[in-house]
């Protein structure tokens, strides 16, 4: 079964690697990404800043890049 979220996400960020390419920075694969997602009217939220819980520790201040619908944690790599 295909979830049409995941599937729009994944044709976003083609549709930016087919216009930028390989080898720009992650900070400019972001932005175009999340521009791209405007067009499309995807929701998300850029910088989203969390707590992740290891057994009894709290590790603060961890950055998620994306989080589309809410749901969806996108983390952007170099290519």
Do not use: N
């Amino acid at each position: 079964m295909r979830d049409p979220l995941t599937e729009a996400i994944i044709g976003a960020a083609i549709e930016v690697h087919k216009h930028l390419g390989p080898g720009l920075l992650e900070s400019i694969y972001e932005e175009a990404l999340c521009y791209e997602f405007s067009l499309r009217e995807i929701p998300f939220e850029r910088q989203v800043e969390v707590d992740v819980i290891y057994k009894d520790k709290i590790i603060k201040g961890q950055r998620i890049d994306i989080l589309v619908a809410g749901e969806v944690v996108v983390e952007l790599k170099r290519c």
